[in-house]
């Protein structure tokens, strides 16, 4: 499984508002599928993406929590829309407005998961930045990394229940 060892770069990365990167995962985050633009963007080749956890990608200063609530979510059966800072492989980042779904059977089981991602307006994102910003720091007061992601998902959860929303509306009145 290949993983990236780069230093951020602090280099933004971005692909066109007409695109769409398109990945699929098995149950585990594993990545099964992959489009050209998804591939592009990562950095990475198709084979060092096959098969390795969606969390390759994984940004440091992308929030824990904002990910606890993204898989509650689509286990639980639900789509959600979240804005995500990922980073490539060489250390650069880009942001994506994303869409992720459960797969299901015919039967109705969750056999896996699909997200769907586009360029985020960016006046959108400058909102979003100060809550993520805020959350991280909540994640760094604690030295377990468990009780860091617990404490940031409760600031989360306390600032949208301060402004009388859900998640998806919070999202969505940005």
């Known amino acids: 499984m290949a993983t990236s060892t780069a230093s951020l ?28 633009v998804f591939i592009d ?63 299901f059977t015919d039967q109705g089981e969750v056999i896996g998961y699909h997200s769907s991602r586009r360029v985020p307006e960016p006046a959108k994102l400058e909102k979003i930045k100060p809550l993520y910003r805020s959350m991280l720091d909540e994640e760094k007061r604690h030295a377990n990394g468990k009780d860091g992601m617990a404490a940031s ?3 989360l959860t306390e600032t949208l229940a301060a402004k009388g929303l859900t998640y998806d509306a919070f999202i969505f009145s940005l």
């Open 9 to 36: 770069t602090g280099v933004e990365r971005t692909f066109d508002p007409d695109d769409i990167i398109v990945s699929k995962t098995d149950l585990k985050g594993r990545i099964l599928y992959g489009n050209k």
């Open 41 to 103: 963007i990562s950095g990475y080749a198709e084979k060092e993406l096959m098969g390795a956890p969606h969390s390759i990608l994984r940004h440091p200063h992308m929030p824990r929590a904002i990910f606890k609530l993204l898989w509650e979510t689509i286990q639980d059966g639900r789509e959600i829309f979240a804005y995500v800072v990922n980073r490539c492989k060489n250390g650069d980042y880009y942001w994506v407005f994303a869409h992720v779904t459960p797969s």
């Open 153 to 155: 998902y409760r600031l």
